[in-house]
């Protein structure tokens, strides 16, 4: 079992965890990910290697509450254990070699996206981030990008934090104001990545999107998480997550993630539940 050592909510519906797992914070790189079940009965559920830190021997995964087990893994505190928590596991993102890149990250998916930022900053790339949220208030890991980056755009739905619009916009200003990238990285809902993608493919840029379907077992033998990439099927978990933004079906990828939302919306409801019986 491993313990949590830290636990910060940030925002109301995201939440940041430092584990205990030595074993795990000495292989992990980023891009990489992990899988762990809350309980011995619980379900397996994948989950990011937001930072890690090898000489304490942690690794901090950051996540949103939306299905059951991400509600009932928010109700555990400091001091308290998973079960199991499984890692590294998939491809660590390739940093070698890029002399200036953009990384793109929207949403949660800045969680996944500032591990990068921030191997790329420490190797001596030049980094240009582009963070987006819908709002002020769902704002993570600014400080953090802030720290890791030559130059940081922050962009909002609404306007409330940086600038109004979609990091589309931010990235086409970039582009068309004449910056030259190795490669662009984007992270994030895959309608953002989708269009990401069409955009930097229109200016010719190397993109690399990080992939999170679903997932089971993490060693290619469920087949949940297969992806058409460049006309051929791929597994996230062995294959990825990173893969060729301009190759990836993303209109196959955005319909096959819709597929449980319902089941999901309703295992969050019924955890919730529970969990007020239970006080």
Do not use: W
């Not at 830290?6 to 030595?22: F, G, H, Q, S, W």
């Not at 928590?85 to 890149?101: A, N």
């Not at 060729?244 to 019924?270: L, W």
Request: proline share 4%; charged share 30%; net charge negative.
């Amino acid at each position: 079992m491993n313990r949590i050592v830290e636990k910060t909510p940030l925002n109301p519906t995201v939440t940041r965890m430092v584990i205990d797992a030595p074993q795990v914070a000495r292989k992990a790189e980023p891009g990489q990910f992990i899988i762990l079940r809350v309980s011995e009965d619980g379900e397996r559920i994948p989950l990011t290697v937001a930072d890690y830190d090898r000489e304490k021997g942690t690794v901090t995964i950051i996540y949103q509450i939306v299905g059951a087990t991400t509600e009932k893994l928010n109700h555990l505190n400091a001091g308290e254990t998973l079960h199991d928590f499984v890692g590294p596991l998939g491809r660590p993102t390739e940093t070698e070699g890029l002399k200036k890149v953009a990384v793109v990250g929207g949403g949660v998916g800045c969680a996944i996206a500032y591990p990068v930022a921030k191997k790329l900053h420490e190797q001596g790339c030049e980094v240009h981030s582009v963070i987006g949220f819908r709002s002020k208030d769902l704002v993570i890991l600014e400080d953090e990008f802030a720290a890791a980056s030559d130059r940081l755009l922050r962009m909002s739905d609404d306007g409330s934090f940086g600038e109004k619009g979609l990091v589309t916009d931010a990235l086409r200003g970039l582009l068309e104001a004449g910056e030259q990238y190795d490669e662009v990285i984007t992270i994030g809902p895959l309608i953002m990545m989708k269009f990401v993608c069409k955009l930097t493919k229109e200016f010719g840029v190397k993109t690399v999107a990080s992939m999170n379907p679903i997932m089971i077992d993490g060693t290619g033998m469920c087949g949940c998480c297969r992806l058409t990439v460049g006309g051929k099927m791929r597994f996230a978990c062995v294959d990825g997550p990173d893969f060729d933004g301009h190759q990836i079906d993303f209109d196959e990828a955005i319909a096959r993630a819709g597929t449980y939302r319902d089941f999901e919306r309703k295992a969050r409801e019924e955890a919730c539940n529970l969990f007020r019986e239970v006080r």
